[in-house]
């Protein structure tokens, strides 16, 4: 008698990554089930793989296989589906007689039907009588039209009824990755939430994303197919499973009625210990919602409006058309709104709805809360130029649209806008009039700025009660590093946030952060960053969140310490959507990690793919750029003007310095990177210039940066080493580089460092390749993607493992490769690929 293959892994699965779909111990089971006659179902929602674990036990078997299965538009035809397995005609009058013409022709086989849903009573009812004798697998999809106790009946005779799981997260965003690998990691994973684990949906979706679309985009064979299985409910269900696609969401079961039922029993939908229900792919629930009809779909929003939040009842009674209802309740909602990201969105909504007409005071909340939650842009939107002639809206709005025009970076469109607004207004509307003005002036000339503010304070006094212009008049200050601006911003960030003035405080803390940074305070500029950046994220102020979080990656990137890290979490955050200013500092962190741990052709692709350089983050990528192409050993796209683009003075030192490293390894021995006599550098950057000029004063040099820039201390002494022609004289600092570098992880300063050595003819036992420690094909996989710039678990993703098992292979690659640092492990690893 012919017998299944014993358990294991069929040949011919369909592997993504490291895992295998079907899942194994599936078809394991079905295996094991059919080693006697008997009926196993494989039962799942459309797309689950139903076809493939049918597909693979064929593959399995040893002996005949007897493949059919029901067609939808044959339904009402008595036995197709076992007249197209055995391919004969069959009797088709009564369910013993057909059952007896199947088994005497299927005996020790196996015969599988696909689609059972669509099968005729006939054939349903024969199954049971059949399988006594013979080996059946059949699939059925769920929900299904089985008439009567059917699924009753077939369910006592089964051997093993086995339902398809759901496909893995880790499997799912692999197959994403395989079929659009240019996907980022946000696409990725709402591909994965949308599909729930169906590969079909995973598929679908993927391709578009592929083709240039995105997740949003609708398959339209997938949604055919799920459009069938959803007719299958009863309207109940169809409406539950409507109002969960609507709402985006778990919501309790309660609020989707009776038709929670259907949908847990079907397995479309699940629901935990709590009573919150969600579906199991949210795709499926899009789907049903789109099949709406429109007078429905208005009703379901109408009646979903009525059971949740209000936050989220505006959202819907816009969508049903009811622009005032959505207006009001927005309103109404925006003022016991939690944070001030939900408030801003809430009165954004309200300010947007076609054919409203927002109350002014509606307006001006929205304007402020815009402005409040790092959204310039959208203040504008609400408050155009026209708005500001209503005598409602006024010098309010006009100081508003000044202060968002500022935000944005256009200080002479900032004081036109206030112009209008006279001495006579509120002292309030005044004080944020003067605040634009003083600041417009500040982007302009700082020395006329200085004076300005004295006459400020004489006027409203020290310090001003209107917090805006307090911390104006310390950012003057800050400007133009009066003694104590340190405290006079920070005091001022705290009073303007014990005044309630949210914008106030976070551009206060801004300024701080980006002064200390522009005066080389990197660890006090990282961690006043870390502490905003916690703040923001509080009150879901997402814009000013990233805005920070950026900074402090780059702060860390310049002091040249953790650098895997700071690559990891600057390439985390630039697969997300980012203000223009948090891009740019996010690109070039990642960028000068990435160069200074030896990947540079990564390091360069990123800087190249940025597009729209803002002028506060333009200096800072312009000398990333120049610094990864000196690195790279390219000194002629290094070498520029040093103002070029005006920087602040630690970026712009730091371009001076990388220009005259250029001058010399293009044999240059002019004074390249020179200031000008109004120029004042900061004292670190002059000692380093004038270091070129008199080496013995690189030790100097070096220590001026020891808290300041691993990197630089290590040029300093690296060039200490290599101008100076006594081996005696030039061994010790040269030393010194390699160790302070090794341990940073600076892997081209360290390459460098080795080379002068090696003019001295010292060669030093440095730890290296292990003999007989080969990399695994999977170590060299791991350490290639790390070397694209992959974090951790978009290369879990992409290899289907864990990211437990990515860092495994990443610390067996370093210790093989005698690496101290994850990204110098990559750069060796692309060495050792040639």
């Keep these: 008698m012919p017998a299944a293959v014993p358990v294991g892994v069929p040949a011919g699965r369909a592997t993504v990554g490291a895992a295998v779909w079907p899942p194994a111990d599936l078809v394991a089971a079905a295996v094991d089930a059919l080693r006697n006659p008997g009926l196993v179902v494989i039962a799942g929602a459309p797309g689950t793989g139903r076809s493939t674990v049918l597909k693979r036990l064929g593959e399995t078997f040893r002996g005949t296989v007897f493949a059919g299965g029901a067609l939808a538009m044959l339904r009402g035809v008595p036995a197709l ?8 005609r069959l009797p088709s009058h009564e369910a013993p007689l057909l059952a007896e013409a199947v088994r005497s022709r299927v005996r020790h086989g196996l015969l599988l039907l696909d689609d059972l849903q669509w099968a005729d009573p006939l054939t349903v009812a024969a199954l049971p009588a059949i399988a006594e004798h013979c080996r059946i697998a059949v699939t059925l999809r769920t929900p299904h039209r089985l008439p009567g106790d059917a699924e009753q009946v077939l369910r006592a005779a089964a051997t093993a009824w086995l339902n398809v799981p759901a496909m893995p997260a880790d499997a799912a965003a692999a197959l994403v990755r395989q079929i659009a690998p240019g996907a980022t990691t946000a696409v990725v994973a709402d591909v994965v939430r ?55 969401r778990p919501v309790t079961a309660t609020v989707l009625g009776e038709g929670i039922t259907e949908l847990t029993g079907t397995g479309l939908v699940e629901v935990d210990a709590a009573g919150i229900a969600a579906p199991v792919s949210p795709y499926t629930a899009e789907v049903a919602a789109g099949l709406l009809e429109p007078a429905e779909r208005v009703a379901l929003h109408r009646r979903l409006a009525g059971l949740v939040p209000p936050r989220e009842a505006a959202r819907h009674l816009a969508a049903a058309g009811a622009h005032t209802d959505a207006y009001q309740v927005a309103v109404r909602a925006a003022r016991s709104a939690a944070s001030t990201g939900e408030r801003a969105e809430l009165l954004l909504l309200a300010c947007d709805l076609p054919g409203v007409s927002p109350a002014a005071d509606v307006r001006l909340d929205a304007a402020r809360a815009a402005l409040a939650a790092g959204r310039p842009g959208s203040c504008l939107r609400v408050l155009p130029a026209d708005a500001v002639t209503d005598p409602a809206v006024g010098a309010v709005g006009a100081v508003l649209r000044g ?15 206030v112009t209008t607004v006279g001495d006579g207004e509120p002292g309030e509307v005044v004080g944020a009039r003067d605040r634009v003005r003083l600041l417009a002036t500040l982007s302009r000339d700082p020395d006329t700025a200085l004076a300005r503010a004295e006459e400020l304070l004489r006027v409203h006094g020290d310090a001003p009660a209107h917090p805006g212009l307090r911390a104006a008049i310390a950012a003057v200050r800050a400007g133009t590093r009066r003694p104590g601006w340190e405290y006079g ?133 312009d000398w990333v750029t120049r610094e990864a192409a000196w690195l790279d050993g390219q000194p002629d796209h290094a070498v520029g003007r040093a103002g070029d683009l005006p920087a602040p003075p630690l970026v712009d030192g730091l371009r001076r310095i990388t ?135 978009r290369i879990a993703g992409q290899l289907g493992i864990s990211r437990e098992t990515v860092e495994t292979h990443i610390r067996s690659g370093m210790r093989k490769l005698g690496a101290r640092t994850r990204t110098e492990a990559a750069a060796l690893a692309i060495e050792d690929l040639g």
Excluded at 224 to 247: E, I, K
Excluded at 695 to 711: I, K, N, Q, V
């Design 659 to 793: 220009a005259r490293w250029a001058a010399y390894d293009a044999g240059d021995s002019g004074d390249g990177g020179a200031f000008a006599e109004s120029d004042r550098p900061l004292a670190a950057v002059a000692q380093t210039l004038d270091a070129w000029k008199a080496p013995d004063l690189f030790a100097a040099a070096a220590a001026a940066w020891r808290d300041l820039a691993r990197r630089e201390e290590v040029r300093c002494l690296l060039a200490q080493g290599t101008l100076e022609e006594d081996a005696e004289r030039a061994v010790p600092p040269l030393l010194e580089a390699e160790r302070l570098a090794e341990e940073a992880g600076l892997v081209v300063l360290l390459g460098r460092t080795r080379r002068a050595l090696r003019r001295h003819a010292i060669r030093r036992d440095t730890r290296g390749r292990r003999a007989g420690d080969d990399l695994t094909d999977r170590e060299r996989d791991v350490l290639r993607l790390v070397a694209n710039g992959e974090p951790t678990r």
């Design 81 to 88: 589906p076992l007249s197209r397995a055995v391919r004969v």
């Design 194 to 248: 949308r599909a729930g684990g169906v590969p079909l949906a995973v598929t679908a979706i993927a391709k578009h994303v592929a083709q240039g679309g995105t997740p949003l985009d609708s398959d339209k064979g997938l949604a055919y197919t799920v459009a069938g299985a959803l007719a299958d409910l009863n309207r109940p269900a169809r409406t539950a499973m409507a109002a969960l696609g609507l709402l985006g």
């Design 489 to 621: 911003l920070a005091s001022a960030a705290s009073a303007a946030g014990q005044a309630g003035d949210v914008l106030a405080a976070r551009w206060s803390a801004w300024l701080l952060v980006e002064t200390l940074t522009a005066d080389a305070r990197l660890t006090e500029a990282s961690n006043a960053a870390a502490a905003a950046a916690a703040a923001c994220a509080g009150d879901l102020a997402y814009s000013w969140q990233t805005r920070f979080i950026a900074a402090q990656l780059w702060c860390d990137a310049l002091r040249g310490d953790e650098i895997d890290e700071v690559v990891r979490r600057a390439g985390d955050l630039t697969d997300r959507t980012l203000p223009a200013v948090a891009r740019g500092y996010a690109v070039a962190a990642a960028s000068l990690a990435e160069a200074d741990g030896g990947l540079l052709a990564p390091a360069r692709a990123r800087l190249d793919a940025l597009t729209g350089r803002p002028s506060s983050t333009g200096p800072v990528l």
């Design 403 to 417: 202060e968002a025009l500022l935000q944005q970076g256009n200080a002479t469109a900032a004081a036109d806008a």
